[in-house]
């Protein structure tokens, strides 16, 4: 079973930046999509970006387009989110979490098997 960890959230001002950072025990990101996705507490947890297993494609919410990148680094086993020109609609507990979705389900969290206990990111104007 793949266990994930999150770190890296803090609170910040509007226009600064942030890197997440999510590692993994139990397995390795090469086997997996990893996906971030975030939460508002009453919404809906919404997908962020995900970087496929294979390839190494990645996708991104429009919301976060030109504003946060992801990449993986296989020697430590840890995927990031860069998030840059942060905005205060982008406080939200994040998450990150791997699964083997078909390309037309890279966002939908239902095809993600295992799940961080996500970090929390706050924006203040």
């Known amino acids: 079973q793949v266990q994930l960890e999150e770190s890296g959230g803090e609170s910040v001002q509007a226009g600064g930046s942030l890197r997440l950072s999510c590692s993994a025990s139990g397995g390795t990101f090469s086997q997996y999509d990893v996906a971030w996705f975030r939460q508002t507490e009453g919404k809906e947890r919404e997908f962020v970006s995900v970087l496929r297993r294979s390839g190494g494609r990645t996708y991104y919410a429009d919301s976060v387009q030109g504003r946060f990148t992801i990449s993986r680094d296989n020697t430590k086993n840890t995927v990031y989110l860069q998030m840059n020109s942060l905005k205060p609609e982008d406080t939200a507990v994040y998450y990150c979490?791997?699964?083997?979705?078909?390309?037309?389900?890279?966002?939908?969290?239902?095809?993600?098997?295992?799940w961080g206990q996500g970090t929390q990111v706050t924006v203040s104007s």
């Open positions: 979490a791997v699964g083997r979705p078909i390309l037309s389900a890279v966002r939908n969290q239902e095809m993600y098997y295992y």
